[in-house]
């Protein structure tokens, strides 16, 4: 443990550090997102899912029947961020016809990660419930660790909701949570060494069916990019459906954007006609 702590963990996990002006852009985010809601665009605001204060999701609907259940996992290490930031993600996915869930969960320290895991299955599959057909999930930075653990063997979804489940997206996900242990955040987290191996999905088998791609921008932090390789690796050694790809020169924020678009690759991943 010692040995690990030379490093300056708080510093590898510090994107808003290392982004100019990043300090504008949770108001940026949550402005964008607003005027998508405000647009016309078909929506469902804040069906509960539960009781506690932030088991709150929206949908967005397409103009037709949905082709099946995209659902977005926000970010922002478990401790901050809700749904409301991330609205206008829904557009590549609506425009192709398929209904977008934006679950948020109860963050640190007031629980848990491994509670707010069970929090964001409860969610899917209260979703999975509306929206028939397939379900795809992605999910962005601690997001990505929530929908990934989905798939992992000890998957905490009922068995019909886990079998629709076609693909996982992880954007920038955390998939090795030990290093967090070493940080100033986790005074929020409160991981132990076994929580923290328990909820890393890099340490943990996958589903039978687990599909997954593994995307992270060439522009972020190594620890990033570390992470993503770090579950690619895992799990192809474990005979899992898994890809990874590391796009263009994209930073931890700017890697979502293209979402917005109805024929990005990133969009393709994420609705499955990735060619």
Known sequence: MSDMARRDWDDAFSNMAHVDGSEKLPAFWADRAARYRASGVRLDEDIRYGDADRELMDIVWPDEAPKGLAVFVHGGFWIRMDKSHWTDLAEGARANGWAIAFPQYTLAPEMHISQMTRQVAAAIALAADKVDGPIRLAGHSAGGHLVTRMVCADSPLPAPVLNR????????????????????????????????????VALQRPNDRANVTAWVGGGE?????????????????????????IEGKHNHFTVLDSLKEANSPLTRAFIGELG
């Open 165 to 200: 489940i076609l693909h996982v997206l992880s954007l920038s996900g955390l998939h090795d949570l030990r290093p967090l242990m070493w940080t100033a955040m986790n005074e929020l987290l409160k991981l132990d060494e076994a929580e923290a191996c328990a909820e890393s």
């Open 221 to 245: 932090l190594p620890e990033f990019i570390r992470q993503t390789k770090l579950l690619a690796i895992m799990w192809d050694g474990l005979d899992a459906d898994i890809r990874e790809v």
